[in-house]
């Protein structure tokens, strides 16, 4: 299973930046694709994920201000995110979890910096 993001960069604070995400190679029907971060002496931590049936999960602090989505058909998830605030700025790692087996694959990481 291969991943490949593309979006980020740089945003002013009370922007809008999308993230997307192929992935590719045998995949197995039942998965979760996320959005983990990553900010500078931080720990990984989950942004948003969306189950293969469309379940969705959020961190707190991006419930009102991110959206996840997924299309099945060309195999990839999206992150729109709105009203950046300059403690979004991080390395954002795109994630698919293979249910069976617990087996997770991430992309390369991808930037975002948020000005204030």
């Known amino acids: 299973v291969q991943l490949q993001a593309s979006g980020g960069g740089l945003a002013q604070a009370g922007g809008s930046v999308r993230l997307s995400c192929t992935v590719s190679?045998?995949?197995?029907?039942?998965?979760?694709m996320g959005w983990y971060r990553q900010a500078p002496g931080k720990e990984r931590e989950l942004v948003a994920r969306i189950g293969s049936l469309g379940s969705t999960k959020y961190a707190d602090d991006v419930k009102s201000r991110f959206t996840i989505s997924r299309d099945n058909a060309k195999n990839t998830v999206d992150l729109q995110m709105n009203s950046l605030r300059p403690e979004d700025t991080a390395v954002y790692y795109c994630n698919f979890h293979q249910v069976v087996g617990a087996v997770d694959y991430w992309g390369k990481g991808t930037q975002v910096t948020v000005s204030s």
């Open positions: 190679g045998r995949i197995a029907s039942i998965n979760y």
